[in-house]
Nanobody, 119 residues
């Protein structure tokens, strides 16, 4: 049973930083894809960043400002968010998927989300 728990959200001013954490339990596949998504009110859910043994990927809107990383020993995935903008405000979710030969499969396991507000 996979459980993902996000933490680290909060309210900050534009230009400030936050680091989100996703503590994963039950993810036994070392090659699994882990990702961060976000959803703002009235908008569709958006992929922010993903990480697997095949590398890291970022949405254009966060490239150069956000960094995704993973502590394998602790099974925690981080999202370091720098130079935050008001448009980054959203509920941020952690998700896990199988790695299908270098391509992330469907993200079926999700956390409850952590709120990020930039204003």
């Amino acid at each position: 049973h996979v459980q993902l728990v996000e933490s680290g959200g909060g309210s900050v001013r534009p230009g400030e930083s936050l680091r989100l954490s996703c503590t994963a339990s039950g993810v036994t596949d070392d090659q699994a894809c882990m990702a961060w998504f976000r959803q703002a009110p009235g908008k569709e859910r958006q992929g922010v960043a993903s990480i697997s043994i095949n590398g890291r990927n970022y949405a254009d809107s966060v490239e150069g400002r956000f960094t995704i990383s993973k502590d394998k020993a602790k099974n925690i995935v981080y999202l370091q968010m720098n130079t935050l903008k008001s448009e980054d405000s959203a509920l941020y979710y952690c998700a896990a998927a199988r790695n299908l030969g270098g391509v992330c499969g469907e993200f079926r396991d999700w956390g409850q989300g952590t709120q990020v507000t930039v204003s």
